[in-house]
């Protein structure tokens, strides 16, 4: 069983950071695996932020290139989201999810690549 839990969320003010946690199961860094942060505002659709596959490469979206930073703790199986001069845009329930080895993979960006997901968390950025 794959579980996957993010804290860390909060209101901030534009121009400020917040670093966003996602707690793993062990399974989710086997080799094959990868692990990617969302995101979804009201009514827009969920929108890939970053990835990072199991050799620790990392992709991100054009929106939040040179701002956000995904990394990796693994010895704690924790995922992180750093963020960094946050803009209003980004506020977002902010989601971490899991693909599993031998699932296909339709591009790091699509949510029907990804089989697992945790609850989320709300980051709101105000001007």
């Known amino acids: 069983q794959v579980q996957l839990v993010e804290s860390g969320g909060g209101s901030v003010q534009a121009g400020g950071s917040l670093r966003l946690s996602c707690a793993t199961s062990?399974?989710?860094?086997?080799?094959?695996?990868?692990l990617g942060w969302f995101r979804e505002a009201p009514g827009k659709e969920r929108e890939a932020v970053a990835v990072?596959?199991?050799?620790?490469?990392?992709t991100y979206a054009d929106s939040v290139k040179g701002r956000f930073t995904i990394s990796q703790d693994n010895s704690k199986n924790t995922l992180y989201l750093q963020m960094n001069s946050l803009k209003p845009e980004d506020t977002a329930m902010y989601y971490c999810?899991?693909?599993?080895?031998?699932?296909?993979?339709?591009?790091?960006?699509?949510?029907?690549?990804?089989?697992?997901w945790g609850q989320g968390t709300q980051v709101a950025v105000s001007s």
């Open positions: 990072i596959f199991d050799d620790s490469r990392t």
């Open positions: 999810a899991a693909h599993s080895a031998g699932s296909i993979s339709y591009g790091w960006d699509k949510t029907s690549t990804y089989r697992y």
């Open positions: 062990s399974s989710a860094r086997s080799r094959g695996w990868f």
